[in-house]
T-cell receptor
Framework: KQEVTQIPAALSVPEGENLVLNCSFT??????LQWFRQDPGKGLTSLLL?????REQTSGRLNASLDKSSGRSTLYIAASQPGDSATYLCAVRETSGSRLTFGEGTQLTVNP | EAQVTQNPRYLITVTGKKLTVTCSQN?????MSWYRQDPGLGLRQIYY???????DKGDVPEGYKVSRKEKRNFPLILESPSPNQTSLYFC????????????FGSGTRLTVV
């Protein structure tokens, strides 16, 4: 059974820092991997989607990488801002029709 | 605007009173799914559907029912809610091939007293 782990569980940084969030998964036979952002009590906003054949995806200050063979993905946030404060969730999809398996998230706080 | 719409956003109900949480998507997605989110347990899949009239159990289906009579709608039914079903519920949809990822609704906060 696929298991997804995110480290660290919580992270507090000063504004302007570059930071890395980590995601690992136990079964490397994935279809794709998706990073989400969740604000307290709110829904999930998709940030980046990486197909299994891709190594990385970029959107603005965000860059996500995927190393399928080692079962790892990282989300890099450049020049962090207080508005980046949220929980970041990593989820893997094992086949084209299957569910997402989520990690428990990293709660990020960016201090002004 | 492409979106997944859930209703209601908040609901407080009593044990045993049947309720339905609606989910609708306007993206012509084949795949729809329900998740619940609980502190310390993360997001867990309840039921999913790969197309009209095709539904299957996820990881935590007990106490829930679903139906998929139309492509755009995927309601979640709690026939006899219990306090352990107090949770934050999310509906999600995607094309079957999955190349565009999932789109999630805004969530339904359910409290069963």
């Amino acid at each position: 059974k696929q298991e997804v782990t995110q480290i660290p569980a919580a992270l507090s940084v000063p504004e302007g820092e570059n930071l890395v969030l980590n995601c690992s998964f136990t079964d490397s036979a994935i279809y794709n991997l998706q990073w989400f952002r969740q604000d307290p009590g709110k829904g999930l906003t998709s940030l980046l989607l990486i197909q299994s054949s891709q190594r990385e995806q970029t959107s603005g200050r965000l860059n996500a990488s995927l190393d399928k063979s080692s079962g790892r993905s990282t989300l890099y946030i450049a020049a962090s801002q207080p508005g980046d404060s949220a929980t970041y969730l990593c989820a893997v999809r094992e086949t084209s029709g299957s569910r997402l398996t989520f990690g428990e998230g990293t709660q990020l706080t960016v201090n002004p | 605007e492409a979106q997944v719409t859930q209703n209601p956003r908040y609901l407080i109900t009593v044990t045993g009173k049947k309720l339905t949480v609606t989910c609708s998507q306007n993206m012509n997605h084949e795949y729809m799914s329900w998740y619940r989110q609980d502190p310390g347990l993360g997001l867990r899949q309840i039921y999913y559907s790969m197309n009209v009239e095709v539904t299957d159990k996820g990881d935590v289906p007990e106490g829930y029912k679903v139906s998929r009579k139309e492509k755009r709608n995927f309601p979640l039914i709690l026939e006899s809610p219990s306090p352990n079903q107090t949770s934050l519920y999310f509906c999600a949809s995607s094309i079957l091939g999955g190349r565009r990822g999932y789109t999630f609704g805004s969530g339904t906060r359910l409290t069963v007293v």
